[in-house]
Nanobody, 123 residues
């Protein structure tokens, strides 16, 4: 069973930065495609960023492109999301997710999910 544990969320002022991390266990991490998704109150869960198992392919939501960076360290079984120039509209619960097999940005195709970490950006 794959387990994902997020950390690094918190409260930050607009314009600030945060890095959230997701530690994976129970899988061969280098074979898992990873994604960060977020869900704000009253909104649907949406893709923030995704990275392929080998790290060669990444995708970002248009709203975060140029501000957020997804990366992974397969030796540490960890995926990161560096968030810069944060804005109040980035406030949400951020979820780490994993899927085996082919790469996808569709949340419905991700098999494993973390418990989420709250990111709050104050104006």
């Amino acid at each position: 069973q794959v387990q994902l544990v997020e950390s690094g969320g918190g409260l930050v002022q607009a314009g600030g930065s945060l890095r959230v991390s997701c530690a994976a266990s129970g899988c061969t991490f280098s074979t898992c495609n990873m994604g960060w998704f977020r869900q704000a109150p009253g909104k649907q869960r949406e893709l923030v960023a995704a990275i392929s198992s080998g790290g060669s392919t990444t995708n970002y939501a248009r709203s975060v492109k140029g501000r957020f960076t997804i990366s992974r360290d397969n030796a540490k079984n960890t995926v990161y999301l560096q968030m810069n120039s944060l804005a109040p509209e980035d406030t949400a619960v951020y979820y780490c997710a994993a899927k085996r097999g082919y790469y996808s940005v569709n949340s419905l195709e991700y098999h494993y999910w973390g418990q989420g970490t709250q990111v709050t950006v104050s104006s």
